[in-house]
């Protein structure tokens, strides 16, 4: 009996290597994780940006400085003659009314010195003073007026209220946003209370104010804004509810006298710089996550090992 021989089953051809492919659902969705990542962080980029913005202002202003270097002093002057303007019934302040009504002693006087936006400023700067409050970590430039230009700058100084230098018989009244996207502003004003101070740097002469009451009103209610008599006073004014702004917190404070060592060391010290930047971050994470997702979604499956075909006996 003779064997009869087969030939050797052909081999399997070599199957091609598989390669990394671009998934384009994978990119789609890695795009729109890394915009909700921005749209996410962009409260904290912008705050970021305007924080270290405005300390640049606060740092390159002349507001704060010497209190008796002579153009310090003579703007100091000029304000405190401004008030006592405002005190003899200069400005008067009708209910209904978006901004208190100035009157004829509170414009410009015959001598031309007694104008509003000509009493602390600085020919290098526009920055009326400096305002601090550390409840809620606040230090911004004040600006003549309140204007949304100007609020979205910093804060405001209510026209027609005394100059932020101190006085017996005046209420200032500074006005900020709350619940910008870019900015903080006057966002955590609900978070102060009695006994928190904030501190007005006006060209170097520094006062300090005590919170004596919080309060919440409407519009109209501008009575409320009103100086008395025998006390030095300084009203905080913001919207609320927050987004709807129907109504107005008000934080009133009475001046702390002699000023308070920290504070006056605070108030003359150079801003603080904004923080470590987190944002940066999340961004850069929010993007590796998204490339290696991409990047996982088109790599190669490797091909199951296909089974040995045995030999035909």
């Not at 000029?78 to 004829?104: C, F, H, S, T, V």
Request: a neutral charge; glycine letters at 10%; proline letters at 10%.
């Amino acid at each position: 009996m003779t064997a009869t021989l087969t030939d050797p089953a052909p081999a399997d051809p070599t199957p091609p290597k598989p390669r990394w492919k671009l998934s384009v659902p994978a990119v789609i969705i890695a795009v729109l994780f890394l915009v909700g990542t921005c749209v996410w962080t962009y409260p904290s980029m912008a705050a970021w940006f305007s924080q270290l913005d405005q300390s640049e202002v606060l740092k390159n202003a002349t507001t704060t400085e010497d209190p008796n270097a002579p153009q310090n002093a003579e703007q100091l002057r000029l304000a405190d003659e401004y008030n006592k303007k405002l005190q003899a019934g200069g400005a008067r302040i009708n209910a209904g009314q978006r901004l208190p009504q100035p009157g004829q002693s509170a414009g410009k006087d015959p001598s031309g010195t007694l104008g509003y936006n000509d009493i602390l400023n600085s020919p290098s700067s526009d920055v009326m003073s400096r305002i601090q409050i550390p409840k809620i970590n606040v230090d911004l430039p004040i600006y003549h007026g309140t204007s949304d230009e100007t609020l979205l700058r910093g804060i405001g100084h209510l026209e027609g209220t005394a100059l932020p230098v101190g006085g017996v018989g005046m209420n200032t009244v500074v006005t900020g946003h709350r619940g910008l996207a870019e900015a903080e502003m006057f966002t955590n004003l609900d978070k102060i209370g009695k006994g928190d101070y904030f501190t007005f740097n006006t060209f170097g002469r520094v006062v300090t104010y005590r919170v004596i009451e919080t309060k919440i009103v409407d519009p109209d209610q501008t009575e409320t804004l009103d100086p008395v008599a025998g006390k030095d006073l300084a009203t905080l004014v913001t919207c609320t509810p927050l987004g709807i702004n129907t109504q107005r917190i008000l934080v009133i404070g009475e001046r702390v006298i002699p000023t308070p060592p920290d504070a006056l060391k605070d108030a003359t010290e150079p801003p603080d710089i904004p923080g470590f930047p987190w944002w940066i971050v999340i961004m850069a994470g929010g993007a590796v996550a998204g490339a290696g997702y991409v990047w996982f979604a088109g790599r190669p499956v490797k091909p199951k090992p296909r089974p040995a075909r045995k030999p035909a006996h």
